[in-house]
């Protein structure tokens, strides 16, 4: 996913888009503390979309309470 596509959605569908993420980012976290993760990629994968998730997120809270 890439920060062109995240700006296309409103804010209600990258709230849901972050909570998968957290979810996402638990059970990767879990595979690996019982060894079944076979690439540790994906968990900075998953943070990292996250962190961009929120970034666009408070972005378009700025901006609306700017315009306002």
């Keep these: 996913m890439n920060a062109k596509e995240l ?3 409103t804010p209600d569908q990258l709230r849901e888009e972050l909570a998968n993420l957290k979810k996402t ?3 990767l976290r879990f595979q690996q503390a019982t060894g079944q993760l076979e690439n540790p990629a994906q968990i900075r994968k998953a943070r990292r979309d996250a962190a961009r998730v929120k970034t666009i997120l408070n972005q378009k809270a700025a901006s609306a309470a ?3």
Excluded: I, V
């Design 7 to 9: 700006h296309d959605k």
């Design 25 to 27: 980012s638990f059970n």
């Design 66 to 68: 700017a315009s306002e």
